[in-house]
């Protein structure tokens, strides 16, 4: 046999016992692992095949599985990872119920086949403090005696706690308490027990209930707590005597009467309970035997009753000694005196009289005037003689009382009077004896407040506006103006008159009247709103008492305008009845100016609002006036079939009620030509060439007319400023007369009231502007026309004189 055939299987025997030791041994050795208790699922415990030394590719074909030995499966295998995780969180006090172990192990096999391996696996589960401390009894009731010694104990019971370790009960506290404390000692498991111990006397009748809270404290991080009621009932003993709220009672009892009446209960109080506070009286020996006779005591409610009659003539006062006892083992008594006195019977009634008396006072009376002087008197005796005088009325009076002595009374006057609130007052004196019960009397005075003149007159209103309207009849009644006086007879009487006050040179008792008895108002003249709008016064009341007074009122009087003024064409201007006469050429484009008129009204607002409408026209279809600013328009040109000569007659209307009107009547004569004017502004190119001496003969002779007819206007100016103006129109227009280098000529036209017309005027071919003179003594104002080129040089009374001659020269 070859020795190497021997040898061989020897070394395999070998191998195969070296490796099944091996394989034994890695069966043997414990891998530990720890975690804490209630760890989230999923969390990975740690990696099982870095640990054990196994191919993390090969656990899926080797079929790696966990076994856990006696438990629910809290843990599994990632296969692909090799990771040890947590599939469902653990509870160590469910795992390990029993506190005495104090370590909690969860033991695992880890088996892998192919070739088969075994691995221990222990998993210490840790203690979390995740249980508070908590007492069998959520409320312990004790009953203890009020006669309990101190430093006795008293079993509680304890709290429990399902940690472990120092996250068990760690110790105990009690609320603040005077009375008890607590004695905290350890079982021999560890387990911390308490007992309640008794450091001060208990009193039931200071405090019968005594609530403490127990609390149980775990040492873990955070700490956690539990608490539980300690309700301790004292217990009573007889310790207290039984006490009455007084010592001594004083009680009055009228004299007759009836037996039974009930003098008094008395309440005696015994702080224990049970029978040891059930009381029961009685009369003690130093309680005579007449006061015995005459009351009776009831023993159980301590009621005091009349027994026999008693007689204030007789015996005026009783004296009862009176003592209540419990019924403990060892009784308790108290004691207390009683005093009954007789009260004399208030069979008398008070006496009023009246010694002096004033029938009536002036209101202005001083405080502390007397008005009457009151005795009283009662024939009773004590309380029943003592008598109250008061006055007795519904509503507060302005008097008091004041006594004087002890039966003597004064009624003086204590606030200021006032006839006007209270002219009389009714005055009851009620005096009342001080018996039990008391009787009374009254007695009525009547006293009368005389006036005095201590009221000025009072208007309604301490301004008064009053609307007129212009042009009324004199002696018109304007106002009733009355002011009321709340004193009487002549200090009523009222005289009115207008307070003097010049306007203008005129007193204001010329133009307005006043009734001096009733007040009322007249206008002693016809108004003019024209001339004057308003009017301020002050009109006063005085009364007839001594010395008088008075008031006054402010009167404002608005005028009103009317209607009363036609409107007054100004422009074109002509003499009444007389026709304006107008030239035009009958080459006027459409929309082309023929005239304007201006038309002014004396009167305000809607009374003055002017509006223009033809009442004639020659033909409608070849003018238009506007009804607004007085414009006469042609609106087409003219044909060779339009006649020769027109008339208008316009109106100028004004928009008062009624309305009033003017009419003026305009000629229009259409010509073919019109010979052209030159202003003196129009500059003719000069020849030197041209100045021959026909020339030269021509220029003098011009210059020579035109120095004639420079002086004869002159002459003519002269004589026109000595003549009247030919008419007036209103006194409060002002005119404003701007003046442009186109060939329209712009009036403005201010009325005094504030309403603007906007007025145009064209020019006609000789250049003719408004222009505006006031009158002597300023009465009015002159409206005229002139030439352009006059009204740029010449003064306003050549420039009169000039349209004047220009307009004589047309007729």
Request: aromatic residues 8%; glycine residues 4%.
């Amino acid at each position: 046999m070859d020795p190497l055939a021997i040898v061989l299987p020897r070394k395999r025997r070998l191998c195969a016992l070296l490796l099944f030791a091996a394989v034994w041994s890695l069966a043997f050795s414990v891998t530990r692992y720890s975690i804490p208790e209630e760890i989230e699922v999923g969390s990975v415990v740690a990696n099982l095949a870095t640990d054990l030394g196994l191919d993390i590719s090969s656990l899926g074909e080797r079929n790696v599985k966990l076994d856990i030995i006696h438990n629910k499966k809290y843990l599994d295998i990632n296969k692909e990872t090799g990771d040890l995780f947590i599939l469902e969180k653990i509870d160590r006090e469910y795992l390990c119920p029993t506190k005495t172990v104090s370590s909690c192990f969860l033991k695992m096999d880890v088996i892998i086949e192919n070739p088969v391996r075994i691995f221990n696996v222990e998993l210490e589960i840790l203690d979390i403090n995740d249980n508070a401390p908590q007492f069998r009894r959520e409320a312990m009731h004790l009953d203890i005696s009020e006669s309990a010694s101190p430093g006795e104990r008293f079993s509680i019971t304890n709290a429990v706690d399902m940690d472990v370790g120092k996250n068990s009960i760690e110790t105990y506290y009690l609320s603040q308490s005077e009375h008890f404390t607590i004695d905290m000692q350890s079982g021999s498991d560890g387990t911390k027990y308490v007992d309640l111990v008794l450091k001060r006397e208990l009193d039931r009748e200071q405090q019968a209930i005594h609530s403490l809270i127990l609390t149980a404290v775990d040492g873990g991080e955070p700490p956690r707590s539990g608490t539980a009621s300690i309700v301790v009932q004292v217990l009573d003993t007889n310790d207290n005597a039984p006490q009455f709220d007084r010592q001594v009672y004083s009680v009055d009892l009228i004299e007759n009467a009836s037996a039974g009446t009930l003098v008094m209960k008395l309440n005696a109080t015994d702080k224990d309970e049970g029978s040891n506070a059930e009381l029961t009286y009685s009369y003690t020996l130093y309680t005579s035997e007449k006061t015995q006779e005459k009351f009776t005591l009831d023993p159980n409610t301590g009621e005091i009753r009349v027994n026999g009659v008693i007689d204030f003539e007789e015996i005026k006062s009783f004296e009862m000694y009176i003592e209540a006892k419990d019924k403990g083992q060892q009784a308790h008594t108290g004691q207390c005196k009683v005093l009954v006195f007789i009260t004399d019977l208030n069979d008398n009634h008070p006496e009023i009289t009246v010694k002096s008396l004033k029938r009536s006072i002036e209101e202005d009376a001083a405080i502390g005037t007397v008005i009457a002087v009151v005795s009283v008197s009662d024939r009773d005796s004590g309380d029943n003689g003592k008598v109250d005088l008061t006055i007795h009325n519904r509503f507060s009076l302005p008097f008091v009382l004041n006594k004087s002595s002890e039966e003597y009374f004064s009624l003086l006057v204590s606030e200021p009077l006032d006839r006007e609130k209270v002219s009389n007052y009714e005055i009851t004196f009620k005096v009342k004896d001080r018996g039990t019960p008391s009787l009374s009397d009254n007695e009525t005075i009547k006293l009368e407040i005389l006036d005095v003149n201590d009221n000025a007159p009072q208007f309604s209103q301490s301004f008064y506006t009053i609307h007129v309207n212009e042009n009324n009849e004199p002696m018109t009644l304007l106002s009733s103006l009355s002011a009321h006086d709340p004193d009487l007879n002549e200090n009523q009487y009222l005289v009115y008159f207008i307070m003097e006050k010049m306007i203008a040179n005129t007193s204001m008792s010329m133009l307005f009247s006043i009734n001096p008895e009733n007040g009322n108002l007249y206008a002693l003249k016809t108004f003019d709103y024209e001339r004057e709008r308003e009017y301020l016064f002050h009109i006063e009341a005085r009364d007839s008492g001594v010395p008088p007074l008075s008031s006054n009122v402010t009167i404002h009087i608005i005028i009103l305008d009317q209607n009363d003024n036609s409107p007054l064409i100004v422009s074109p201007w002509s003499a009444k009845g007389t026709i304006i006469e107008e030239v035009i050429p009958r080459s006027f484009e459409k929309g082309s100016l023929i005239t304007k008129v201006i038309a002014l009204d004396a009167d305000s607002v809607q009374n003055s609002r002017i509006t223009y409408q033809f009442l004639q026209v020659t033909d409608s279809t070849l003018f238009s006036l506007n009804q607004y600013n007085g414009e006469v328009r042609t609106t087409r040109m003219f044909s060779y079939r339009d006649h020769r000569y027109h008339r208008l007659v316009i109106s100028a209307k004004d928009n008062g009620e009624p309305p009033l009107s003017a009419t003026v009547t305009i000629k229009i004569t259409t010509v073919e030509q019109m010979v052209t004017e030159f202003s003196e502004t129009t500059e003719v190119p000069l020849h030197y060439d041209l100045f021959t001496d026909l020339n030269l003969y021509l220029v003098i002779g011009l210059g020579s007319v035109s120095f004639l007819l420079l002086i004869t206007i002159l002459v003519i100016i002269v004589l026109k400023c000595q003549k009247p103006k030919p008419t007036k129109p209103p006194s409060n227009r002002n005119s404003v007369i701007s003046q442009r280098n186109s060939t329209i000529a712009d009036s403005t036209l201010i009325s005094s009231d504030a309403y603007w017309y906007s007025l145009f005027l064209a020019e006609t071919r000789k250049g003719k502007v408004v222009v505006r003179q006031p009158l002597p003594n300023g009465a009015g104002y002159f409206v005229s026309s002139i030439p352009r080129s006059m009204a740029l040089t010449t003064t306003s009374e050549s420039q009169a004189s000039t349209l004047q001659r220009e307009r004589e020269r047309k007729q």
